[in-house]
């Protein structure tokens, strides 16, 4: 690794400045068509560092494989995949990547707005970067590295094991998804066509973490239908279905049960958008836990509040509808430790400190484990994610191709 010239910088800076913002409204996919330019850019890569096979299909997910270059004939394939859509949060149109060289730990001031001050005190983990270079967007955005700094690491891999045959490893498979940020991610994925064993997901935070396990999640969607009038004639008839999902809304728990009031392995019920009018008004919520038989005890209380508040009105009906949307992946990797260790192992030889975490969210990793490829999360170093205040440090995405080169070579030793 000495005599290795990293490419993942030069590689995100020119990533991020891709706009590739999921559509959370659209029922393409994928969801912004323009997730596909950074796709298009990332196969024109791949065959130049010579993979042969390298694709985008009509869904927009890339796929290419590093061959084995081992001795062995028995080894497992395994796969690295990122995501290349960035969240709706924020904008992700015109992002302009700045490089604050040997950060010194003082307020890092975005130029093209500055009321947006990234400080030590609002967010800590900086405060452990001194020395390293840091990338912040400009301020008018968000920057991206979640997930195009696991992209760039993914990519930083295949051109170090491109280039360095001696290297030893099994089959490699490459990966990358659109429309994760809006829960999509592998809707449309081709599992017989990916044809991996285990996987890794790069889209984990801080140096060193290792993620197994995730939340188990859910949507519902509560339909209220009142009762219509005019309204100068309204008095004793009319329900209006807005307010009665107003007052749902305001009949849940203040101190508990939401993301603003939980924490660690604890769950919650969060209302993400509201709408609608006289006749009829709209709720939906996400639900989340790290165990799964508790979503439906959550979902069952959510019901019995809006029971209790539909009961105070007249000719009002509702619908209460649920979708999975994905499961704790500790629920699929408890039954092969090993992905894990491995993880463990090669961070430790990279020089990297590793710390297990748990997701409080999810990761195309989630739906990938019960889909049949196991796929913890590695670290990438992105943080601040969805916000102006995204930053990367490029000595951590350094470290997590490190992590990579390590990790196939004991996959290659060990199976």
């Not at 080894?75 to 949060?89: G, K, N, Q, R, V």
């Not at 009321?115 to 390293?132: N, W």
């Not at 049949?372 to 490029?394: D, K, L, Q």
Request: charge should be negative; glycine fraction near 6%.
């Amino acid at each position: 690794m000495s005599n290795h010239r990293y490419t993942v910088e030069e590689r995100f800076i020119k990533y991020v400045q891709i706009d590739t913002t999921a559509d959370p409204n659209s029922t393409s996919f994928p969801s912004s068509m323009k997730q596909k330019d950074l796709a298009k850019v990332l196969l024109d890569e791949l065959k130049e560092l010579g993979i042969q096979d390298a694709e985008m299909d009509e869904w927009g997910y890339v796929y290419a494989t590093i061959p084995s270059n081992s001795d062995r004939t028995d080894l497992p394939t395994i796969c690295f995949c990122s995501h290349m859509d960035t969240a709706p949060d924020c904008s992700g149109t015109d992002v302009k990547p700045l490089v604050h060289r040997n950060y010194d730990g003082a307020p890092i001031t975005l130029p093209d707005d500055e009321s947006q001050v990234i400080t030590t005190e609002r967010h800590p983990y900086l405060a452990t970067k001194i020395g390293d270079d840091i990338i912040t967007a400009s301020g008018l955005t968000l920057l991206g590295a979640d997930d195009k700094a696991g992209v760039a690491i993914i990519m930083d891999l295949a051109t170090y094991l491109t280039q360095n045959p001696s290297v030893k490893h099994g089959p490699i498979r490459i990966l990358f998804t659109p429309d994760e940020e809006v829960g999509r991610g592998v809707e449309q994925l081709d599992m017989k066509k990916l044809n991996a064993d285990y996987g890794y997901t790069l889209d984990g935070g801080k140096l060193g973490d290792i993620e197994d396990e995730s939340f188990s999640a859910d949507a519902v969607k509560v339909t209220i239908h009142g009762v219509s009038a005019h309204p100068g004639y309204a008095k004793n008839k009319m329900v209006n279905a807005l307010k009665v999902a107003a007052e749902f809304v305001t009949a849940l728990p203040k101190d508990k049960w939401s993301p603003e009031t939980t924490q660690d392995r604890e769950g919650f019920v969060h209302p993400v958008s509201f709408e609608g009018g006289l006749e009829t008004a709209t709720v939906t919520f996400i639900i989340r836990d790290h165990i799964t038989e508790k979503l439906g005890e959550y979902e069952n209380r959510l019901e019995n509040i809006l029971k209790m508040v539909i009961e105070q009105y007249n000719g009002i009906s509702y619908e209460f509808e649920v979708t999975e949307q994905y499961r704790n992946m500790k629920e699929v990797l408890q039954t092969v430790p090993f992905v894990t260790d491995y993880a463990i192992e090669a961070m430790k030889k990279a020089g990297v400190e590793p710390r297990p975490m748990i997701i409080r969210g999810g990761t195309d990793g989630s739906r990938l484990s019960f889909m049949g490829m196991p796929c913890p999360n590695i670290f990438t170093g992105e943080m601040a994610i969805h916000s102006r205040h995204e930053y990367v440090s490029v000595q951590d995405m350094q470290k997590a191709v490190n992590t990579l080169i390590e990790l196939v070579q004991i996959w290659e030793q060990h199976n």
